[in-house]
């Protein structure tokens, strides 16, 4: 491949991956590359004075992307949301989101067969699977 890019599709080929490293890569993304240490308490408060301490504060590192690169798959997820596949599951809402949709293949069919989720065992169907985050201008969150 000398001199060729090679590059796959998000969801393209054979993945492995948890839920919460699926938010963690969508993370990375919506802080232009910086990579915070994922936490489910925000801040902790102190009963007496009330001052609070965030969980998180420092980055653990930054990963040397192009922002240019960045940007363009921002703007595509936020395409995603306002007018493709996750359109409907946003309307109404205040606030910007970026996403991607996609389906996590569970049972892989034979070569020339069709699905048919009615033929297949409830827990081999495909399951519907959404990464995004919010809002897609200053992100304060990821799913």
């Known amino acids: 491949y000398a001199g060729e890019t090679l590059s796959v599709g998000v969801g393209q080929g054979y993945n492995s991956f948890t839920l919460l490293q699926l938010a963690q890569a969508t993370s990375v993304l919506a802080n232009d590359g910086t990579f915070m240490r994922p936490h489910l308490v925000r801040a902790i408060q102190d009963s007496r004075s009330g001052e609070q301490r965030l969980t998180v504060r420092d ?28 359109k409907r599951s946003f309307t109404g809402t205040t606030y910007q989101a970026a996403g991607k949709t996609g389906t996590a293949q569970v049972y892989s069919l034979r070569a020339g067969e069709r699905y048919n989720a009615a033929k297949i065992d409830e827990r081999l169907r495909d399951h519907g699977l959404f990464m995004g985050f919010a809002p897609a201008d200053k992100p304060s969150i990821a799913v």
């Open 59 to 86: 980055p653990s590192y930054t990963i040397p992307l192009k922002q240019t690169n960045i940007d363009y798959v921002k703007r595509a997820m936020a395409d995603v949301v306002n007018v493709g596949t996750a």
